[in-house]
């Protein structure tokens, strides 16, 4: 018998041999106490830290977890379960498996933008906070959440997907001319361009279409 997530062999009643199963259960859960990889590699070098972990990136062995439970010990493997997430220190971000590949994290998360400007790839709910620009990059349809505390101008350059086209939603607080809302341009590659100014003593904005329809 062995558990669901990291297959650890149970002990069994009468069963011989006991501490052997229990140490190597007790050293594979250490070496993922620290939800950590390396780097992606596509096998492991024989002169590889067995202090760190690496995600395989090709062979039969591909998108496995590889590590060493002991100094003295060879080099083991886990199958990554769906939904699995782990810190990569080679390109530091968190990244998760979704059961065929390994995806960084924030591709599908809130994105929370403070710098002057800043380049998003878009999918699900985006945050802007702060900049004054903003391009966004369309990974599939978007929520659109402007913070009135940090911004009172911004610029949003909206670029469709060169492969399909996605749409983006302004959430109520944003009023636009003749009560008409922004309808992202329906073109592959196309380009918008969309200025939002704060009322003051308000968490509204005005939303100006400067243009729309560009294309590449």
């Known amino acids: 018998m062995k558990t669901k997530n990291l297959e650890l062999e149970l002990m069994l009643h009468s069963q011989q041999n006991k501490e ?32 760190l972990k690496f995600i395989i990136t090709e062979g039969e062995l591909i998108n496995y977890i590889g590590f060493c439970s002991f100094e003295n010990k060879p080099w083991k493997y886990i199958e990554p ?3 699995m997430i782990i810190y990569c220190t080679e390109i530091g971000e968190f990244i998760h498996y979704d059961g065929s590949t390994w995806k960084k994290v924030n591709t599908t998360t809130k994105e929370v933008v403070t710098s002057s400007s800043h380049f998003i790839e878009a999918i699900g709910e985006v945050y802007l906070s702060g900049a004054n620009y903003h391009f966004l990059y369309m990974q599939g349809d978007i929520i659109l959440r402007i ?66 329809g560009y294309i590449y």
């Not at 052997?20 to 596509?42: K, L, M, R, T």
């Not at 809302?181 to 939303?207: A, C, F, M, V, W």
């Open 147 to 212: 913070d009135p505390l940090t911004i009172n101008t911004t610029n949003i350059i909206i670029k469709q997907n060169t492969h399909g086209v996605f749409n983006v939603v302004f959430t109520s607080n944003i009023l636009w001319q003749c009560s008409k809302p922004y309808i992202t341009t329906q073109i592959p590659n196309s380009i918008d361009y969309i200025r939002l100014t704060k009322i003051p003593e308000t968490e509204h904005y005005l939303g100006e279409i400067v243009f729309n």
């Open 20 to 51: 052997v199963f229990f140490n190597e259960a007790i050293g594979i859960i250490d070496s993922f106490v620290v939800q950590s990889v390396a780097a992606f590699i596509p096998s492991i070098p024989t002169d590889a830290d067995k202090k």
């Open 81 to 83: 379960k769906f939904g």
